[in-house]
């Protein structure tokens, strides 16, 4: 779960002296829009393609006079939740993964980082989905944890989004068995909001649009 166990077998950096064309090429080849700059093995910052498409091909990198480097990155130990925030904040297509003394020892990219995370939480494993909506002060997992559990179904994984007003929460949680009629009707009966379900089959088609899209987003 910590970003020196997920980091990429690709190699996303290139030498502060590389020429401009090359690095446009490898961005192109590697489908990001952004690469590591190092000189040995120090992190020196990131490079985007916006940064210097339309540039001459044969210009270094060290040549470019005030060259917009980005130095955003992710440590050894980072949680791989944080390597998330981190990427979704700053908008890069990779983060490098350096340690206390900024070596530099590979780097992570935005389409891998969502594969890892559905691997990693349980989202892309068979089962079902239930979304509870209720106030964010009768929001107990134990409570819910208890009722799924009552009936021979476990909770893997549960997702907590507020509403725009503040006051209610939407909850999702992540069932390992795709038989949850009466764990519905159990949730129904202790007076919980049901807002929608998803069976292994629709769940499935959910998450494969849901991945498609993003990933749609992500190549943009």
């Keep these: 779960m910590f970003a020196q166990?997920?980091?990429?077998?690709?190699?996303?950096?290139?030498?502060?002296y590389e020429r401009v064309g090359t690095v446009l090429k490898l961005m192109e080849s590697l489908n990001v829009e952004h690469l590591v700059v190092v000189t040995g093995d120090l992190f020196i910052g990131l490079v985007?393609?916006?940064?210097?498409?339309?540039?001459?091909?044969?210009?270094?990198?060290?040549?470019?006079d005030k060259l917009d480097l980005t130095y955003e990155n992710a440590h050894l130990s980072d949680h791989l939740l944080d390597v998330y925030r981190k990427i979704l904040d700053s908008g890069l297509?990779?983060?490098?993964?350096?340690?206390?003394?900024?070596k530099i020892y590979g780097a992570i990219s935005r389409?891998?980082?969502?594969?890892?995370?559905?691997?990693?939480?349980?989202?892309?494993?068979p089962g079902a989905l239930i979304v509870l909506r209720m106030k964010k002060r009768d929001y107990s997992l134990?409570?819910?944890?208890?009722?799924?559990e009552s009936e021979r179904n476990t909770v893997l994984l549960s997702l907590v989004s507020n509403e725009a007003?503040?006051?209610?929460?939407?909850?999702?949680?992540?069932?390992?068995?795709?038989?949850?009629?009466d764990v519905v009707s159990a949730l129904t009966r202790y007076g919980y909001e049901i807002s929608?379900?998803?069976?292994?089959e629709s769940y499935h088609e959910f998450l494969t649009d849901r991945?498609?899209?993003?990933?749609?987003?992500?190549?943009?």
């Design 5 to 16: 166990n997920n980091i990429s077998s690709e190699d996303f950096t290139v030498k502060s």
């Design 48 to 64: 985007s393609e916006e940064a210097i498409l339309g540039l001459d091909d044969d210009l270094l990198l060290n040549e470019i």
């Design 93 to 102: 297509s990779v983060l490098p993964v350096l340690n206390d003394k900024g």
């Design 111 to 125: 389409v891998e980082l969502f594969e890892k995370i559905g691997e990693t939480f349980g989202i892309t494993e």
């Design 142 to 148: 134990s409570e819910i944890s208890r009722i799924v």
């Design 165 to 181: 007003d503040g006051e209610f929460i939407n909850c999702t949680l992540k069932l390992h068995s795709s038989d949850i009629q």
């Design 196 to 200: 929608a379900v998803f069976t292994e």
């Design 211 to 220: 991945y498609d899209q993003f990933i749609s987003y992500l190549n943009v």
